[in-house]
């Protein structure tokens, strides 16, 4: 079967809701055993129960990325039993705004989740991975490579997520590890439903519909599309791929001029 991770431990961060979920999800079915790294314990349980009711395995541990300590201790007791071959950094939030309306407690809360918390999770795991190689992909954006309006510092820790994957691509390739990001445009997760209820009530459909069209595929692109992604670069049909960005954006970053 292509695309197998049969007997393959997957760690998952932000692996509750959107994006995450349905890498979880997509990876357990090709046999992944999934290890969910999520700060939102309801959230983790549903993905949880829903991966096990199609058959697969995962586990949940409460984490807050940010945390370096708690990181380590989680992924060092994964390791205890396991091989990790695989860690996907999907934990992130975002921030709108341009500089000015962005909060020195703004810019310090996404930075210590979007930037820190890949980089607590990837010192984490490369202690574990140099023994037996392994795959790390990072969640990018469109903003890593584009500028986006009002996204001051959301794009400045994608931004930052870019260059860590190639930085650690770089130095860990005589180890058998392969580090890799994806860029998203603009998906149709629970966080956009969310911010178009609490900034454009009653006109949802409406602003749905207006961003939908900023892709020129005229759509938002969805979860499983990510997810399928993801699981081809972690499988060892990509065994040739690393250090590469790989777009998923409806042809926003080469066509929106």
């Not at 210590?112 to 969640?139: D, T």
Request: aromatic share 8%.
């Amino acid at each position: 079967m292509k695309f197998s991770l049969k007997n393959k431990i997957a760690i998952v961060t932000g692996g509750g809701s959107g994006i995450g979920k349905a890498i979880s999800k997509t990876l357990a079915q090709q046999g992944a055993y999934i290890h969910i790294l999520e700060w939102n314990a309801d959230n983790a349980k549903i993905t949880k129960s829903e991966i096990e009711n199609e058959g697969g395995l995962a586990e949940i541990h409460a984490c807050n990325v940010a945390n370096q300590e708690d990181v380590i201790n989680i992924i060092n007791n994964i390791s205890k039993n396991s091989t990790i071959h695989i860690l996907i950094n999907c934990a992130g939030v975002a921030h709108i705004g341009n500089i000015e309306k962005t909060l020195e407690v703004d810019l310090d809360r996404v930075y210590n989740v979007n930037i820190k918390g890949i980089y607590n999770c990837i010192f984490a795991v490369i202690p574990h991975m140099k023994k037996n190689g392994g795959v790390i992909i990072n969640m990018a954006s469109v903003a890593s490579s584009v500028a986006v309006s009002d996204r001051f510092a959301y794009s400045m820790s994608k931004g930052a997520t870019l260059t860590m994957t190639y930085s650690v691509a770089k130095d860990y390739i005589g180890y058998g590890i392969r580090c890799n990001s994806i860029s998203p445009a603009r998906i149709h997760t629970p966080f956009v439903d969310g911010f178009l209820k609490n900034n454009y009530p009653g006109k949802e459909q409406k602003m749905f519909e207006k961003l939908s069209k900023t892709q020129p595929v005229g759509r938002m692109g969805m979860p499983q599309e990510v997810a399928d992604l993801a699981l081809y670069l972690c499988s060892d049909e990509a065994s040739f791929i690393t250090g590469t960005d790989f777009p998923i954006d409806g042809g926003f970053i080469k066509l929106n001029g």
